[in-house]
């Protein structure tokens, strides 16, 4: 069965210092590979996501991806965070092929201090 | 951009009450799913479903059902509530699976 792994159920950080949250999935077929974002009392967004193509996405506030075929990895990076980067956030994956099931990790709180 | 409208952000139930929560898409989205969210358990799919009157089991279907006679509307409903239903339920849509999925705001419903 297929799965994803956030390493970090927390990851509490000082503004403007790096980040990576980590994520790990397991499936045997093709992945589409997602991180979407829940700010505190809200709903979910997409913040990028992984199809084909270069192994590198980048989204619109800084934040970029790796896909990693061999280590079966997704890690999320930003080298500078803000306190509004506090939320939780969600590595995702759709099987290719398959009924377009979207499978979450557990989730991964940033907490951005001052 | 297409928009996901769950009908209430907060419900109270009472324990045996059948319930149902309502999902609308306004973007002639094929795939509708429904999920429930609990801290430190990410997002566990219930049902989904790629047609109208079609439904599929997800992981954790056990206490609900689901009907889409619409292609715009998903509803889920709880045949008898029960305390451990209570959570955070939100519903989604998409067209096809590269595009990823569009969120409802959520619907937080406690039963008592």
């Known amino acids: 069965a297929q799965s994803v792994t956030q390493l970090d159920s927390q990851v509490p950080v000082f503004e403007e210092a790096p980040v990576e949250l980590r994520c790990n999935y397991s499936s045997s077929v093709s992945v589409y590979l997602f991180w979407y974002v829940q700010y505190p009392n809200q709903g979910l967004q997409l913040l990028l996501k992984?199809?084909?193509?270069?192994?590198l996405v980048e989204s619109i506030n800084g934040f970029e991806a790796e896909f990693n075929k061999s280590q079966t990895s997704f890690h999320l990076r930003k080298p500078s965070v803000h306190i509004s980067d506090t939320a939780e956030y969600f590595c995702?994956?759709?099987?290719?092929?398959?009924?377009?099931?979207?499978?979450f990790g557990a989730g991964t709180r940033l907490a951005v201090h001052p | 951009d297409v928009k996901v409208t769950q009908s209430s952000r907060y419900l109270v139930k009472r324990t045996g009450e059948k319930v149902f929560l309502e999902c609308v898409q306004d973007m002639d989205h094929e795939n509708m799913f429904w999920y429930r969210q609990d801290p430190g358990l990410g997002l566990r799919l219930i049902y989904f479903s790629y047609d109208v009157k079609m439904k599929e089991k997800g992981d954790i279907p056990e206490g609900y059902s689901v009907s889409r006679e619409k292609k715009e509307r998903f509803s889920l409903i709880l045949e008898s509530a029960s305390t451990n239903q209570t959570s955070m339920y939100l519903c989604?849509?998409?067209?096809?699976?590269?595009?990823?999925?569009?969120f409802g705001s959520g619907t937080r419903l406690t039963v008592v």
């Open positions: 992984y199809l084909s193509g270069s192994t």
């Open positions: 995702a994956v759709i099987l290719s092929g398959g009924y377009n099931k979207l499978i």
């Open positions: 989604a849509s998409s067209l096809r699976a590269g595009k990823g999925y569009t």
